[in-house]
């Protein structure tokens, strides 16, 4: 009896030290880079969802972090290396089961403020050195860049981060900043002139015979804007033109003929004329030949039409399992399966995301919203050009949290179903009665 109940143990002790270890924000990669820039290490409360395998229940700690780049005094237009380091984790190996090496990948982002604003996602690499019973847990560090698109101060913070542990099995650890944001970290000043064009054009092909199609996507263009899609000659234009409309995210795509034997190139543009502020492009683009009809014959055309990005789901409640009174615990059940179709055909991928309401009970009763969490999944239909990935396992609350999402890419789109486990966490002594809670998902 004793050797068959041993290995399982052992088993359990070691995942519930790896999510120990997650939520401790340490456990991996070697010394933290030097910097590289003045900056400095803050501290801020960090909220941590080990995996519900695990057994174990959110962790609020304090995680120390300190932000550098390569470069303090950019020019408009300069890319950036940021090194996102957690200096002191939160927690040490509290047991005497020592943690192997390298199984541990961190992903996180740092958010982006003053001249400009947004979130840069930054990764490290799947390399720690062995952590012994009871020890400490060393740093890491997470690498990434931005282009600097104005002038003025730009504030680093570190932002919310997420542990992928392959020991025993693959899991994820997300852990958020508690009353974002945290801490300014570092502060790059940059220098140059006004804006940078980001606007970028892609193609289908790169040649063609005279009269074929060319599919042309287009991103971080004005939302809204009128686009020209032309062919080009050097600097003239030549006599290949269509027209597009920049959707709400500035991304779009058109077809174009190419029948000018004379076109080199194809370009996107804003407004009535070419402007390489305001465009994207040439791209270079071969007429081959061809096109001619032969005597008797008949040219057959048709048109692939762009559709919409779309979802719809298998109901609209959920009934969760019940819980007692006094012991209160895990109310659980199945989300309802959503279908996304997204039949757009442009470079665009797409985010679900959900938020929810408090819970509603009799007499004024409430359950917190934070008290839901969710494992997400997600599956892709076979001949889906983009993969669907399934968001973090972890709380949903109030301010929502992502079901799945799929990237941008050359060529997107498919169909795909998305579900998630439902898990409401209901405090002991809660008043007796039926509660009621709104999730709303939102598809971007």
């Known amino acids: 009896m004793r050797r068959s109940t041993e290995p399982r143990r052992r088993w359990a002790a070691a995942l519930g030290i790896t999510a120990l270890v997650v939520t401790g924000g340490g456990l991996l990669g070697g010394p933290a880079q030097a910097a590289a820039t003045a900056s400095v290490a803050v501290d801020f409360p960090t909220h941590c969802i080990p995996p519900p395998i695990a057994g174990i229940p959110p962790i609020d700690g304090t995680t120390t972090a300190q932000i550098t780049v390569d470069n303090a005094t950019p020019q408009v237009g300069d890319t950036v290396a940021v090194t996102y380091t957690v200096v002191v984790p939160a927690a040490s190996n509290p047991v005497d089961l020592a943690l192997p090496a390298d199984i541990m990948t961190p992903t996180g982002k740092v958010t982006l403020g003053g001249a ?52 025993i ?27 940078v064009n980001e606007r ?54 058109a077809r174009l003929a190419v ?45 692939v039409r762009a559709g919409t990005l779309s979802m719809t789901q298998a109901g609209d409640s959920v009934q969760l399992s019940g819980v007692d009174f006094g012991r209160g615990g895990a109310s659980t059940g199945d989300l309802r ?42 599956a892709t239909k076979p001949g889906s050009p983009s993969t669907c990935a399934a968001g973090s396992a972890g709380a949903v609350g109030s301010a929502g949290a992502t079901l799945a999402s799929t990237p941008d890419g050359a060529a997107t789109g498919g169909e795909f179903t998305v579900d998630a486990g439902l898990s409401l966490d209901v405090p002991a002594f809660t008043g007796a009665g039926s509660y009621a809670g709104v999730l709303t998902l939102t598809l971007t």
């Open 259 to 303: 029948s000018d034997p004379d076109t080199t190139g194809i370009v996107a543009y804003e407004g009535g004329a070419w402007d390489a502020e305001k465009g994207a492009g040439p791209l270079a683009y071969t007429v081959t030949g061809g096109g001619e009809i032969p005597d008797g014959s008949q040219q057959l055309t048709t048109t």
């Open 116 to 167: 400009q604003s947004g979130d840069l996602t930054v990764a490290g690499p799947k390399k720690n050195p062995p952590v012994p019973g009871k020890g400490a847990f060393p740093s890491f560090s997470m690498t990434g860049t931005f282009t600097v698109t104005a002038p003025g101060a730009i504030t680093l913070s570190p932002g919310d981060y997420n542990i992928h542990t392959s020991y």
């Open 337 to 378: 399966t959503v279908t996304v179709e997204d039949f757009r055909g442009g470079p665009a991928g797409w985010s679900l995301t959900g938020k929810v309401t408090d819970f509603k009970g009799p007499g004024g009763a409430r359950i917190s919203a934070d008290a839901l969490g969710w494992t997400p999944s997600c």
């Open 200 to 253: 970028a054009v892609q193609l289908s092909a790169a040649s063609g015979q005279a009269g074929d199609e060319v599919t042309v996507t287009g991103t971080k263009f004005t939302p809204g804007a009128g686009i020209t899609v032309a062919g080009r000659d050097g600097d003239a234009q030549t006599g290949d033109t269509t027209t597009a409309t920049a959707d709400g995210s500035g991304a779009f795509t």
């Open 169 to 195: 099995m693959e899991l994820d650890t997300p852990c958020t900043v508690t009353g974002p944001p945290a801490p300014v970290s570092e502060t790059v000043v940059a220098t140059g002139g006004g804006q």
